[in-house]
């Protein structure tokens, strides 16, 4: 069957047609993929029929698998109900026990694991169960971001290192064996270039990880407050971004090292279980 790549329109993103991701990809198929992903930054296949081992396969393609970010009950790569490799999102409770991590809640604009002194460098994200409305996950392209930002801002982030928190979820909740940050400054976490190059395309982009509790070196905590909201008002503008509403048997990969995510909420009463398996990836520069 033959490929194709059908653009959003939007600033990012693209579907790809014609694979069945429970199938090993010929050579020839990943390339394919692989182009894409770089052109578009995030990918979309409807319609799978996946299980954890092709998951696991499909997300092998394009590297080395990270264990699971820790949550908010679990410790990194410790879900009961899962493998290290495979992150279980959800807000199902079973035996008065989350099955996986976020809940209902909206999880904020953030890039994934930037916490770490290696952030993976892709995550790929798979439905299994969705809820009738809500949990979309909207997507911003920081090459362009980087290229519309004002002047004043981008003399004031170039060279910049940024602090990233390692304490929080990307909703909020404080992670298992974390504690509340009292000074940004000294938040746990890695520290990454505000601007980073992208290793295979060479293009720039902004790095900033997620707004709460990042501080931006060199300036004071109030001077640091006030570029990191004007860098974050910039970026969630809708001019860079495309929102997907997701389907039963969608898969989602995105390249973390040029894309910021959020999910809206949803009602706790109904049901979301996603898959999420993350690649390896290196420092920042």
């Given at each position: 069957m033959t490929i194709e790549i059908i653009p959003?329109?939007?600033?990012?993103?693209?579907?790809?047609?014609?694979?069945d991701l429970s199938k090993p990809l010929s050579g020839d198929a990943f390339e394919a993929v692989r182009q894409a992903w770089y052109d578009h930054i995030v990918l979309l296949f409807r319609g799978q029929k996946m299980s954890d081992d092709d998951l696991i396969r499909f997300s092998r393609n394009f590297?080395?698998?990270?264990?699971?970010?820790?949550?908010?009950?679990?410790?990194?790569?410790?879900?009961?109900?899962?493998?290290?490799?495979?992150?279980?999102?959800?807000?199902?409770?079973?035996?008065?026990?989350?099955?996986?991590a976020l809940g209902d809640k909206e999880a904020e604009w953030h890039t994934d694991m930037s916490y770490v002194a290696e952030p993976p460098m892709a995550s790929v994200l798979y439905s299994l169960e969705i809820p009738p409305s809500g949990g979309d996950t909207s997507f911003a392209n920081m090459y362009m971001a980087l290229?519309?930002?004002?002047?004043?801002?981008?003399?004031?982030?170039?060279?910049?290192?940024?602090?990233?928190?390692?304490?929080?979820?990307?909703?909020?909740e404080l992670r298992a064996g974390a504690h509340a940050v009292a000074d940004v400054r000294a938040a746990p976490g890695a520290k990454h270039p505000a601007i980073r190059t992208h290793p295979?395309?060479?293009g720039k982009a902004l790095y900033l990880g997620r707004r709460l509790n990042g501080y931006l070196e060199g300036y004071s905590v109030?001077?640091?407050?006030?570029l990191l909201d004007?860098?974050?008002?910039?970026?969630?503008?809708?001019?860079?971004?495309?929102?997907?509403?997701?389907?039963?048997g969608d898969l989602l990969i995105w390249d973390n090292r040029?894309?910021?995510?959020?999910?809206?909420?949803?009602?706790?009463?109904?049901?979301?279980?996603?898959?999420?398996?993350?690649?390896?990836?290196?420092?920042?520069r």
């Amino acid at each position: 069957m033959t490929i194709e790549i059908i653009p959003t329109g939007a600033a990012l993103g693209a579907e790809v047609r014609g694979l069945d991701l429970s199938k090993p990809l010929s050579g020839d198929a990943f390339e394919a993929v692989r182009q894409a992903w770089y052109d578009h930054i995030v990918l979309l296949f409807r319609g799978q029929k996946m299980s954890d081992d092709d998951l696991i396969r499909f997300s092998r393609n394009f590297g080395t698998l990270d264990i699971a970010p820790a949550s908010a009950t679990d410790m990194a790569g410790g879900q009961a109900k899962s493998r290290p490799e495979i992150w279980i999102i959800s807000n199902v409770v079973e035996n008065g026990e989350p099955i996986g991590a976020l809940g209902d809640k909206e999880a904020e604009w953030h890039t994934d694991m930037s916490y770490v002194a290696e952030p993976p460098m892709a995550s790929v994200l798979y439905s299994l169960e969705i809820p009738p409305s809500g949990g979309d996950t909207s997507f911003a392209n920081m090459y362009m971001a980087l290229e519309a930002l004002p002047a004043d801002l981008r003399a004031a982030v170039e060279a910049r290192i940024v602090r990233h928190d390692a304490s929080t979820t990307s909703t909020g909740e404080l992670r298992a064996g974390a504690h509340a940050v009292a000074d940004v400054r000294a938040a746990p976490g890695a520290k990454h270039p505000a601007i980073r190059t992208h290793p295979e395309t060479g293009g720039k982009a902004l790095y900033l990880g997620r707004r709460l509790n990042g501080y931006l070196e060199g300036y004071s905590v109030e001077e640091s407050e006030g570029l990191l909201d004007r860098l974050w008002a910039h970026c969630a503008k809708p001019q860079f971004a495309w929102t997907h509403r997701w389907a039963l048997g969608d898969l989602l990969i995105w390249d973390n090292r040029v894309a910021i995510h959020r999910r809206e909420s949803f009602d706790g009463r109904a049901r979301r279980v996603m898959h999420r398996t993350q690649i390896k990836g290196n420092s920042p520069r």
